[in-house]
């Protein structure tokens, strides 16, 4: 019985070890490095104004939602409004004064392309 004690407390330190370990070893996640997107005017971003091609500016970031338009939870012309313009606000409002979610923030990463640049 002692033995199988032994052999148990082995086993769970060793797995304690292991989880340790692996998330000692996992390296960070690399940080973004802005300065190398693209670089877009909000001239050119203007050209993006339709369910076509649909760039947005949030948040000094440039952004094509044209692929995701059609999973937006409203009808697309709520999000057509938007497309070619600054439209941080709009993120943050959602046009009702309620903040999108941390989820939906989070599901912008994908479709970025680019950072704003103010000269035109
Ligand atoms: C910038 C213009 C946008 C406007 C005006 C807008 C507007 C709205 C509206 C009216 C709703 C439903 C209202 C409600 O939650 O009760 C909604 C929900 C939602 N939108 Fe948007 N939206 C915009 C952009 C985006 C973007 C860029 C994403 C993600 C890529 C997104 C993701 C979502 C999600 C996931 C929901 C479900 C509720 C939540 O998680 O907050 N939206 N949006």
Same mark, same amino acid.
């Given at each position: %019985?002692? /033995?199988?004690?032994?052999? !148990? =407390?082995?086993? =769970? &330190?060793?797995?304690?070890?292991?989880?340790?370990?692996?998330? &000692?070893?996992?390296?960070?996640?690399? %940080?973004?490095?802005?300065? !190398?997107?693209?670089?877009?005017?909000?001239? *050119?971003?203007? @050209?993006?104004?339709?369910?076509?091609?649909?760039? /947005?500016? $949030?948040?000094? /970031?440039?952004?094509? =939602?044209?692929? #995701? $338009?059609?999973?937006?939870?409203?009808?697309?012309?709520?999000? *057509?409004? &938007?497309?070619?313009? @600054? !439209?941080?606000?709009?993120?943050?409002?959602?046009? $009702?004064?309620?903040?999108?979610?941390?989820a939906a923030?989070a599901m912008m990463?994908? #479709?970025?392309?680019?950072?704003?640049? *103010? /000269?035109?």
């Amino acid at each position: %019985m002692k /033995k199988i004690t032994f052999a !148990a =407390f082995v086993a =769970f &330190w060793a797995s304690v070890m292991t989880v340790a370990a692996m998330s &000692w070893l996992s390296p960070e996640p690399a %940080m973004r490095d802005d300065s !190398a997107l693209p670089e877009y005017t909000l001239k *050119e971003v203007a @050209e993006h104004d339709s369910l076509d091609s649909c760039w /947005k500016v $949030i948040e000094g /970031k440039v952004y094509d =939602f044209t692929e #995701y $338009i059609p999973d937006h939870p409203t009808p697309p012309r709520i999000m *057509e409004a &938007w497309c070619g313009r @600054e !439209a941080t606000e709009a993120m943050r409002t959602k046009g $009702i004064g309620r903040d999108h979610s941390p989820a939906a923030w989070a599901m912008m990463e994908p #479709y970025l392309i680019g950072r704003l640049i *103010e /000269k035109d």
